[in-house]
């Protein structure tokens, strides 16, 4: 899989944030505000970061795709995401922000369990 795969997954990542844009007539502040959002959410990646370094995360990620268990990266932050999500109607800005963490992890849900095949155990709690 490796550095095509790792670049498709950020392509995806960044469609799912202009779609929002788009979709939400957004402007550049709220682009950069709701993909700061979409990209704090993959801050627990940074402890394997800082411990194995780069090249080994995106060989045990891209390369070799072993599961990895993320705190951030679990059912829970999904449905929590998902709820937060519908304060788009009564405050917009963190409503927004909910709705691209949402829809980051539900994708990474999504990639993990139907296209790579990986089991639900690293998604639980």
């Known amino acids: ?21 788009i979709v939400f007539n957004l402007n ?32 045990i990620s891209w390369v070799s795709q072993k599961p990895q268990a993320y705190p951030l990266h679990n059912l829970l932050v999904i449905f929590v995401s998902f709820l937060g999500s519908f304060l ?5 800005f963190i409503g927004i922000c909910f ?6 992890l539900f994708w990474d849900f999504f990639e993990d369990v139907f296209i790579l095949n990986m089991s639900l155990n690293h998604w639980k709690i």
């Open 28 to 59: 550049w502040f709220y682009f950069f505000i709701i993909l700061f959002a979409s990209a704090v959410i993959d801050l627990d990646h940074l402890p394997l970061l800082i411990k194995h370094g780069f090249n080994y995360w995106y060989n």
């Open 1 to 21: 899989m490796g550095l095509k795969f790792a670049l498709s997954h950020i392509f995806i990542h960044l469609a799912i944030v202009i779609a929002i844009s």
């Open 88 to 92: 788009i109607f009564s405050n917009f």
């Open 99 to 104: 709705l691209s963490i949402f829809l980051h």
